[in-house]
């Protein structure tokens, strides 16, 4: 495969993360692999996003979207999909960020072993102002179908590549949190192709106090409603998987 086949675009949104969208764009400067297009949508951010991203506007290869009104996270993450053309996607969140050799490694397995979807373990980090508390690295299950998935929705969206071709029809719905999740379980459920492990965490996850996943009880209403909404799971699927993912989620961070 020649290297212009291994181009990849990554969608970054974001939404006043100023402190930390810096360390995430040049940990994508940074990649061992060059071969990539960086599309960043911020949602109208009134901080000082704008100025930590204008520090690379010498590299060509960073696209920076300033959006005149905020319109939310599945909104930024869309736009950047119908701006790529690239054979591989990626997505990183402006508060996490990547190992040097996390696209290289990463592409190079999902070519060798001719998979569509991958992920990859990765390391939490506690954060709250200036205090940091690194978490242990996650060990995920290798494979995640769609019926795996809505019981362990362990798959970080800040690890995932995706071959473009079998998610050009598939969007991230307008929900106010999991639009995420609803999108990897559309994929899954709609292309019938599995996501696979690359055995190695190439990303650093930010758990941020007060961000949109901070509230537990909240995210279980909500997972709840869009479950039966979206995935058409009946009340004993559902009870199973708001079971299982709270476990899950207990397992990785504790009760962080």
Partial sequence: MSSSEKNIDIIMPNYNKGNFIFQAIKSVVDQSHKNWKLYIIDDNSSDNSKNEVLKFKKD???????????????????????????????????DDYWKKNKLKLQIDFMIKKNYSFTFTD?????????????????????????????????????TIILERKHSSKIFFKNLKLMEDYIFKCQLMKKTKIPFKKFPKATAIYRIIKNSRSSSRI??????WKINKKFNNLNFLQNLNSLFFISFNSIKKYRFK
């Fill in 60 to 94: 060509k290869r960073i696209k920076y979207f300033f959006l005149k009104k905020n319109r939310g996270p599945s909104y930024c993450r869309n736009f950047g999909l119908k701006k790529s053309k690239s054979k591989f996607v990626a997505f990183l969140d402006s």
């Fill in 122 to 158: 990765y390391i939490p980090i506690i954060q709250n102002n200036n205090f940091k508390k690194v978490l242990k690295k996650t060990d995920i299950v290798n494979t995640f179908t769609f019926n795996k998935f809505i019981i362990n929705s362990s798959i970080n969206t800040s």
């Fill in 218 to 223: 909240y995210n279980l209403i909500y997972l």
